[in-house]
């Protein structure tokens, strides 16, 4: 499900971003099998709005993007929670970058992930997902990698239905996710998308504490 929109439209915030985007999940508020769970750390400010409009829980999906040395913004892949490793083979291909660099990038990845999982759920079990309508929350889809890492770890935990929700992704990557899940929720789907921070009057960096803030306001 999406709606077009103009080419200079713009979200305010993070916030913004994700009560437009609570607006296009209406239909999953209210259900007690509904789980949201936001990206760290930019798409849970993100999914903290959708959740509040849903009613619905709040948890976390630990994915690390793996960016290209000395161009961090470019993914070249993602980590994710139990090993998961997903590579953006055209990026490793068209840069020739080597698989004891990507070794390597994967390594200091996992150090951040794993202190993000400490810091952020503490002494929390992580949420059951088998049989609850999943939804993946991010701030935005630009190379994919990240949500297909997030994919990855969901997916064979058996959710009943698994949704991915952005803003804001590139029309290419919004047709693959949908044959990888059984939803895709978007606000704005633009012809061309080189930043997701270009959709944001405000794209300011989300931090540890902002995340845990707002995973400790759920009930």
């Given at each position: 499900?999406?709606d077009?929109?103009?080419?200079?439209?713009?979200?305010?915030?993070?916030?913004?971003?994700?009560?437009q985007?609570?607006?296009?999940?209406?239909?999953?508020?209210?259900?007690?099998?509904?789980?949201?769970?936001?990206?760290p750390r930019?798409?849970v400010?993100?999914?903290?709005?959708?959740?509040q409009?849903?009613?619905?829980?709040l948890?976390?999906c630990l994915?690390?993007?793996?960016?290209?040395?000395?161009?961090?913004?470019?993914?070249?892949?993602?980590?994710?929670?139990?090993?998961?490793?997903?590579?953006n083979?055209?990026?490793?291909?068209?840069l020739d970058?080597?698989?004891?660099?990507?070794?390597?990038?994967?390594?200091?990845?996992?150090q951040?992930?794993?202190?993000?999982?400490?810091?952020?759920?503490?002494?929390?079990?992580?949420?059951?997902?088998?049989?609850?309508?999943?939804?993946?929350?991010?701030d935005?889809?630009?190379?994919?990698?990240?949500?297909?890492a997030?994919i990855?770890?969901?997916?064979?935990?058996?959710?009943?239905?698994?949704?991915?929700?952005?803003p804001?992704?590139?029309?290419?990557?919004?047709?693959?996710?949908?044959?990888k899940?059984?939803?895709?929720?978007?606000?704005?789907?633009?012809?061309?998308?080189?930043?997701?921070?270009?959709?944001?009057?405000n794209?300011?960096q989300?931090?540890?504490?902002d995340?845990?803030?707002r995973?400790?306001?759920?009930?």
């Amino acid at each position: 499900m999406l709606d077009a929109v103009a080419h200079n439209m713009r979200f305010q915030d993070r916030a913004d971003a994700g009560r437009q985007l609570a607006n296009r999940l209406k239909r999953y508020a209210h259900r007690p099998d509904v789980l949201v769970l936001g990206l760290p750390r930019g798409g849970v400010p993100v999914a903290y709005e959708v959740a509040q409009a849903l009613n619905a829980p709040l948890d976390i999906c630990l994915v690390r993007k793996l960016g290209v040395p000395d161009h961090e913004e470019l993914a070249l892949g993602a980590i994710a929670s139990g090993g998961v490793r997903v590579l953006n083979d055209d990026v490793v291909r068209g840069l020739d970058i080597a698989t004891s660099t990507i070794d390597a990038i994967a390594a200091k990845e996992l150090q951040e992930l794993q202190r993000r999982d400490r810091a952020y759920r503490g002494d929390r079990p992580p949420p059951t997902i088998r049989d609850r309508t999943v939804i993946l929350v991010d701030d935005g889809i630009a190379t994919g990698a990240t949500m297909r890492a997030a994919i990855s770890v969901v997916s064979p935990q058996q959710p009943a239905r698994l949704i991915v929700a952005a803003p804001v992704a590139a029309p290419s990557l919004y047709d693959e996710l949908r044959l990888k899940v059984d939803e895709v929720v978007c606000v704005a789907l633009p012809d061309r998308l080189t930043a997701i921070g270009c959709w944001y009057e405000n794209f300011s960096q989300t931090s540890d504490e902002d995340v845990r803030h707002r995973l400790a306001s759920q009930p």
